[in-house]
């Protein structure tokens, strides 16, 4: 899961640089956003593992639940 979350930021950071958008402001906004959607996604799996009954059903609904939380 978290060598996709870097993949996918790899591949907006390039298409940014590929597209000449490349203004630090909407670099920094960019790599923030991919950092908070790893963050979210790694905090979730611990907590599932740790605290809550290993399945990858705990561990949607706990995603779920923390995401929008995330977007705010």
Known sequence: MQQRSIFIANTVYLSFLLYGINRPQFIICEISIMIVCIMCSTMSLIITLLYKQP?????????????????I
């Open 55 to 71: 399945s990858f059903n705990t561990y949607i609904h706990t995603f779920g639940c923390n995401m929008p939380m995330v977007l």
